[in-house]
């Protein structure tokens, strides 16, 4: 195989590995849940931590659903 | 003096004015659909069902974190956010593009949700004007 051959397709694998850590770790910033009590208490409830998992499920349904 | 305000018009006001929100469904004590923006009846349906089912998720996860009763949620994920307002014996739930501005938000549905049961009279609250370009925030 030419050198030239593996050189772009390990910078395509590359690439493509260091864009889905990204967005992993975008998505841990990012996804979460915010609940909000009448009294004024809030709680916030972030990805990977097991009881949001299940919620960020169904909210990402509800987006796909309502695009 | 305040009176009535039709759900489909605080609707049409809702989306004329957030331009954050994506799609919006309002709905009574019933569990009933008063207004929509979601064009499809069955969607529509299983949007509700699923607003209903993650209400009751955060329900149970409000109780177990010992805290009042719920009154609004927003749930962020990468490709955007699904916000649920009650009061009343009313429920708005609204999906918006990714990393809304959430304060605005949640004011927009809870001002949509008021204006249902009571329309500002001469003398009432102010509305808030805001046109509908990019980012207003």
Redesign the interface.
């Known amino acids: 195989m030419p050198r030239k051959l593996v050189s772009a397709l390990m910078l395509a694998i590359g690439s493509l590995a260091g864009s889905l850590v990204y967005?992993r770790r975008?998505?841990r910033k990012?996804?979460?849940?915010?609940?909000?009590?009448?009294?004024g208490?809030m709680?916030s409830?972030a990805a990977g931590m097991p009881?949001a998992e299940?919620?960020?499920t169904?909210?990402?349904?509800?987006?796909?659903?309502?695009? | 003096m305040l009176r009535r305000m039709d759900a489909a018009q605080a609707l049409a006001d809702l989306t004329e004015i957030s331009s954050q929100v994506v799609h919006v469904a309002i709905v009574d004590e019933g569990g009933s659909v008063l207004a929509t923006t979601i064009g499809d009846a069955s969607r529509a349906g299983r949007f509700v069902e699923s607003v209903s089912t993650l209400l009751d998720e955060a329900d149970e996860l409000r109780q177990q974190r010992g805290l009042a009763t719920l009154a609004q949620l927003e749930a962020a994920t990468l490709d955007g956010s699904v916000f649920v307002v009650r009061r009343g014996g009313r429920m708005i739930a609204a999906t918006t593009r990714p990393d809304p501005t959430v304060g605005l938000v949640f004011y927009d549905l809870k001002h949509c949700l008021r204006s249902i049961a009571e329309e500002p009279g001469a003398n009432g609250t102010p509305k808030r004007a805001r046109k509908k370009s990019g980012n207003a925030a």
């Open positions: 967005r975008v998505a990012v996804e979460r849940v915010d609940l909000y009590a009448e009294d208490s709680a409830i009881d299940r919620l960020l169904l909210a990402r349904e509800l987006v796909a659903l309502a695009r």
